[in-house]
T-cell receptor, first 115, second 111 residues
Framework: GAVVSQHPSWVICKSGTSVKIECRSLDFQATTMFWYRQFPKQSLMLMATSNEGSKATYEQGVEKDKFLINHASLTLSTLTVTSAHPEDSSFYIC???????????FGPGTRLTVL | QKEVEQDPGPLSVPEGAIVSLNCTYS??????FMWYRQYSRKGPELLMYTYSSGNKEDGRFTAQVDKSSKYISLFIRDSQPSDSATYLC???????????FGRGTQLTVWP
């Protein structure tokens, strides 16, 4: 099956710093990628849709200036958490659709801990 | 009311048992229904995909969709300890539409 990678797999940072998370589609091109966050024992919450070559579309309640998304190429989307705070600590997962039915392939996730 | 409702469990069964997982939804526009399996600290992986109503079988897994009742199910036969994971239902209205996820049901299969 298609592979989506994320880097880093985990990160610990100090409050106030910025953290960049990369999402790559390894064997296919993706004009669209999705970013989710997931709290313990909770479902995936869609944060934004990343569009190659254009601005991301954010879900209601998600701060655009805090969660910067850049989809610079057909295989790479990045999520930057700016001025991170402890409440931003979460599991961030990306996905990319592929195929006739746009099956979504998920990355392994990035666990962010903000101290 | 949430778009998709799923009992979070936890659900604990002995090896070999038949497991039934369910979701209900409110949006009649949903046509594509999926079940994902997520191991701890990993991303979800697609298990089953069904379009509209009906059944679909893949090995030990059977997915059922009843659009008239807005109810979907996943059955796991001869459950194994390796099936222990969180199972998320997901659905959308079109192939390009966003996915709406259930909360996930945590399943433990003990030997």
């Amino acid at each position: 099956g298609a592979v989506v990678s994320q880097h880093p797999s985990w990160v610990i940072c100090k409050s106030g710093t910025s953290v960049k998370i990369e999402c790559r589609s390894l064997d296919f091109q993706a004009t669209t990628m999705f970013w989710y966050r997931q709290f313990p024992k909770q479902s995936l919450m869609l944060m934004a849709t990343s569009n190659e070559g254009s601005k991301a579309t954010y879900e209601q309640g998600v701060e655009k200036d805090k969660f910067l998304i850049n989809h610079a190429s057909l295989t790479l989307s990045t999520l930057t958490v700016t001025s991170a705070h402890p409440e931003d600590s979460s599991f961030y997962i990306c996905s990319a659709p592929r195929g006739a039915i746009s099956e979504q392939f998920f990355g392994p996730g990035t666990r962010l801990t903000v101290l | 009311q949430k778009e998709v409702e799923q009992d979070p469990g936890p659900l604990s069964v002995p090896e070999g048992a038949i497991v039934s997982l369910n979701c209900t939804y409110s949006n009649s526009a949903f046509q594509y229904f999926m079940w994902y399996r997520q191991y701890s600290r990993k991303g979800p992986e697609l298990l089953m995909y069904t379009y509209s109503s009906g059944n679909k079988e893949d090995g030990r897994f059977t997915a059922q969709v009843d659009k008239s009742s807005k109810y979907i199910s996943l059955f796991i036969r001869d459950s194994q300890p390796s099936d222990s994971a969180t199972y998320l239902c997901a659905m959308r209205g079109s192939t390009l539409g966003r996915l709406y996820f259930g909360r996930g049901t945590q399943l433990t299969v003990w030997p």
